[in-house]
Nanobody, 123 residues
Framework: QVQLVESGGGLVQAGGSLRLSCAASGLTFSSYNMGWFRQAPGKEREFVAAIRWTGSNTYYADSVKGRCTISRENAKNTVYLQMNSLKPEDTAVYYC????????????????WGQGTQVTVSS
């Protein structure tokens, strides 16, 4: 059974930082491309960042480019999202997901999802 478990969310002031982690089990982690998505209340789930299975390529939404860094440790079956200079508009539930495709920006391309971790940024 595949499990993706996010952690690291919380309440932070604008301008602060958080590091999200996603621990994977039940799949060959090093064979999957991994992504982070977020969903704010009343809004659709949106792409945040993705990283290729090798770790050699990363992709970001324009809204977080320059403020977020995605990384992975295949030996630990874990993917991370370092978020800096957080803004109130970053408030959302953040999900990690795994895909065997190269369509990193599309949520429908991801086969496995975590349950999410709440990030709240106060102004």
């Amino acid at each position: 059974q595949v499990q993706l478990v996010e952690s690291g969310g919380g309440l932070v002031q604008a301008g602060g930082s958080l590091r999200l982690s996603c621990a994977a089990s039940g799949l060959t982690f090093s064979s999957y491309n991994m992504g982070w998505f977020r969903q704010a209340p009343g809004k659709e789930r949106e792409f945040v960042a993705a990283i290729r299975w090798t770790g050699s390529n990363t992709y970001y939404a324009d809204s977080v480019k320059g403020r977020c860094t995605i990384s992975r440790e295949n030996a630990k079956n874990t993917v991370y999202l370092q978020m800096n200079s957080l803004k109130p508009e970053d408030t959302a539930v953040y999900y990690c997901a795994a895909t065997g495709t190269v369509y990193y920006r599309s949520a429908v391309s991801y086969q496995y999802w975590g349950q999410g971790t709440q990030v709240t940024v106060s102004s």
